[in-house]
């Protein structure tokens, strides 16, 4: 699944392929990806979009603790 993201280096906005998907403990959803020369990128969607991903199931609160589901 691809999503779009914010490079700072860049200073552009970039679509790059998501390869997490992360539930924080205070309530917020975001996807993780890399770019090209791999760097980091971190975006911050909806509870909704998150859950249309598909990639939720796979997903575990930050920090690496287990989920409560």
Avoid: I
């Avoid at 679509?15 to 971190?42: H, I, Q, S």
């Amino acid at each position: 699944m691809k999503a779009k993201f914010w490079d700072v280096k860049e200073k552009k906005s970039v679509e790059a392929e998501v390869t997490e998907a992360v539930r924080y403990p205070n309530g917020g959803y975001a996807f993780k990806g890399k770019t090209k020369d791999g760097r980091n990128l971190t975006t911050f969607v909806s509870k909704e979009t998150y859950e249309k991903s598909g990639l939720a199931e796979k997903a575990c609160c930050k920090p690496k603790k287990s989920c409560k589901k």
